[in-house]
């Protein structure tokens, strides 16, 4: 049995996010469907992890079998044709056979974006923010995230992860070139948790209108406690766009 990555992205606009819902459209179904289409057989495909209703990838990966070794670039064409508008494949490559897209998985990187204008072209790809944010303070705060492996108060409550425990390596607010309004939150951890990054978004925007210090920050973490943190900033604005993996399962 061949194993095969599929990379691609995905507008989560009309989703309700990565993975099959009993009353919903999801990407991951759709990705199913058109694979079974062209393949002329029922296909699993795993993902290397969940994205909530309305998140985005610019990047995701995920993997299905095949007992015949396939064209990729030619599966990949037709994929693209079977597949609606806001899903798109950019690859598919041989692996072996025991790589997995979620447990394999190293690092995935997140980006956020908020922006203090109103641009109707971005509106479904931005949080819209009123009033000045300190985005000094806020990076002070994410910086406290390093220190930390417990992340349950920024976790969905009631979900079915055996553990909390995640290892952030990088958190950073940073302008976003060419557009003075529009700040980015880049944010690569080996693993996240259901809705943990909009709920550290949406702290850390309490942190910057003053509402929360740093140290109030640091004792949201600590006290693992979901009441105790934010509002979770709103999904259109969160992005999947990288996810890694060691060489050694992608050389077949």
Not at 199 to 224: C, D, M, N, P, S
Request: hydrophobic content about 40%.
């Amino acid at each position: 049995m061949q194993r095969y990555f599929i990379y691609l992205a995905y507008d989560g606009t009309n989703y309700h996010g990565w993975q099959i819902q009993p009353n919903g459209s999801s990407v991951q179904e759709c990705l199913m469907k058109a694979l079974s289409t062209f393949l002329r057989r029922d296909v699993e495909v795993i993902g290397a992890g969940r994205t909530d209703a309305g998140v985005h990838a610019s990047l995701m990966v995920a993997h299905f079998d095949q007992e015949e070794v396939l064209d990729t670039v030619t599966v990949a064409d037709k994929l693209n044709r079977l597949l609606p508008p806001d899903i798109s494949v950019y690859r598919i490559r041989r692996v072996k056979p025991d790589a997995h897209a979620r447990f394999d998985a190293t690092a995935r990187t997140y980006k956020y974006y908020v922006t203090t204008a109103k641009y109707p072209f971005n509106r479904q790809y931005r949080c819209r923010v009123y009033g000045a944010l300190d985005y000094d303070l806020m990076n002070e705060a994410a910086r406290t995230l390093f220190e930390y492996i417990d992340f349950t108060s920024f976790s969905k409550l009631h979900t079915d992860v055996k553990t909390n425990i995640c290892h952030i390596s990088h958190a950073e607010w940073t302008k976003m070139e060419g557009e003075d309004t529009t700040w980015v939150f880049t944010i690569r951890a080996d693993r996240f948790l259901r809705n943990m990054v909009r709920a550290i978004v949406g702290t850390l925007l309490e942190v910057g209108r003053g509402k929360l210090t740093v140290e109030g920050f640091r004792k949201v973490i600590e006290q693992r406690d979901r009441c105790k943190a934010g509002t979770s900033a709103p999904g259109n604005a969160l992005f999947l766009v990288n996810v890694e993996y060691p060489e050694e399962i992608l050389n077949t």
